[in-house]
């Protein structure tokens, strides 16, 4: 009989580790981010804390400088400054859905630590 009990209370020891770890997993690994739209309707935009922000790269707004780069992003008739300085994708240019990840920078520009593309949901061949 203390056998059965010690195989019960390690069985569910496990189990309660196995989804402890599962939750803490999947809770680190959701991020949210922010539309251009609904990051200017913040009351307070979260200082030093890193953020992403979602929206599409405004045609004409792409400026490159060596490995810096500076642009747009719009969603409606909204707009936010970025500036990012490296290497972007190559699925990256003006009218592509992008997520940019970084702080508010000095002024109104958004500087980027990183910038992800969205891929389109559908292949079309060229």
Not at 18 to 36: Q, R
Not at 71 to 83: M, R
Not at 101 to 125: R, V
């Amino acid at each position: 009989m203390f056998k059965k009990k010690k195989f019960l209370i390690g069985g569910i020891i496990l189990l309660l580790a196995v989804v402890y770890l599962g939750y803490t997993g999947f809770v680190s690994s959701a991020t949210y981010y922010y539309t251009v739209s609904e990051y200017s309707q913040l009351d307070k935009v979260p200082g030093n804390s890193t953020i992403r922000i979602g929206g599409q790269v405004a045609e004409g707004s792409v400026v490159q400088q060596g490995s810096n780069i500076s642009f747009n992003l719009v969603e409606g008739d909204k707009s936010l400054a970025v500036t990012y300085q490296g290497a972007v994708p190559d699925t990256f240019k003006p009218g592509v859905d992008v997520v940019v990840e970084g702080k508010m920078g000095t002024g109104s520009t958004f500087e980027a630590k990183s910038i992800l593309t969205k891929c389109a949901s559908k292949y079309s061949p060229a």
